[in-house]
């Protein structure tokens, strides 16, 4: 999961935004490695989705994986290649045989709430490192605030759900619950 405002040590993209913002090259552990890649907000727009629809309907007390769509599942190499093309940099495969072993891949099945909540991502793989990364340097260069840069994600992620329930209004309860303006 990425978004604006993680500074956590240890993880790709605080640590790859950490050495843009110093102009050093962003150390790559694991590039081969595959994340199922998501917005912040994602998971939260499902969770939310959720409860909305647990008002009416008790029995969707259950749980429900909230994740991206298949093409999201990209390698960390990709990440950060796409991230070096929204804030230009280089990065250095700091790869350990030594190391503790991570898991080459990971992966979520949400199709249970694409069924049953009629729950699906907001933002691919692109728009997701895109709106992380420019968060991230509009902080870093001073362009914008924290906040500023938090409700304008939020306006955008907001504008995707009304498109889309708009689009899919005869497609079941699910996008009928979606309040837009």
């Known amino acids: 999961m990425i978004g604006g405002g993680d500074w956590a040590a240890d993880r790709i993209v605080p640590d790859a935004m950490r050495a843009l913002a110093k102009g ?3 150390g790559v552990r694991n590039p081969a490695a595959t994340r199922p890649w998501q917005h912040v907000l994602e998971p939260l727009g499902g969770y939310m989705l959720l409860a909305e629809l647990l008002s009416a309907d ?7 994986n909230f994740g991206p769509q298949l093409e999201a599942n990209r390698s960390v190499r990709e990440l950060v290649e796409h991230a070096l093309r929204l804030w230009p940099g280089s990065w250095a495969d700091q790869s350990d045989p030594q190391a503790p072993h991570e898991a080459s891949l990971l ?3 949400t199709d249970k709430a ?4 009629g729950w699906s991502p907001r933002w ?11 968060w991230h340097r509009q902080v870093q260069e ?3 605030s924290a906040l500023a840069c938090c409700l304008e994600d939020l306006e955008a992620f907001e504008q995707v759900k009304c498109s889309s329930a708009h689009a899919h209004q005869e497609q079941g309860p699910a996008a009928g619950a979606v309040n837009c303006p």
């Open 24 to 26: 050093e090259p962003i």
């Open 58 to 64: 008790p029995s969707l007390a259950t749980s429900f």
């Open 107 to 109: 992966n979520l099945v």
């Open 114 to 117: 694409h069924h049953q909540l």
């Open 124 to 134: 691919d793989f692109a728009t997701t490192v895109e709106r992380t990364v420019g």
């Open 142 to 144: 001073g362009q914008a």
